[in-house]
């Protein structure tokens, strides 16, 4: 199993960014997926989640109304799209696969500056 975050990087304040997850080595279709975000000296957190077909979403309330998690089963992708970025999203942003085991990616940076 391997989950390869990207699209991190250096924001301004209500600027987008879109990270994406790219799974292999397991049915990524069968799995739900989810975003996990750790900010220095905090515990992680549950961002947004996703159930394996798609049909379904959750998200921490801090982010409904500005992230959108979607998923493509054919690429075996899963996507986090963040609007109107602040400085309290940034963060190390981290990729996981639910089930027993879970699996988790490397995570890739976010930073927002005010």
Known sequence: VQLVESGGGLVQ???SLRLSCAASGFTF???AMS???QAPGKERE?????????GSTNYADSVKGRF????DNVKNTVYLQMNNLKPEDTAMYYCRRAGIPSYWGQGTQVTVSS
């Open 68 to 71: 959108t998690i979607s998923r």
């Open 46 to 54: 549950l961002v947004a989640a996703i159930i394996s077909n798609g």
């Open 29 to 31: 279709s069968r799995y």
């Open 13 to 15: 304040s209500g600027e």
């Open 35 to 37: 975003w996990y975000r």
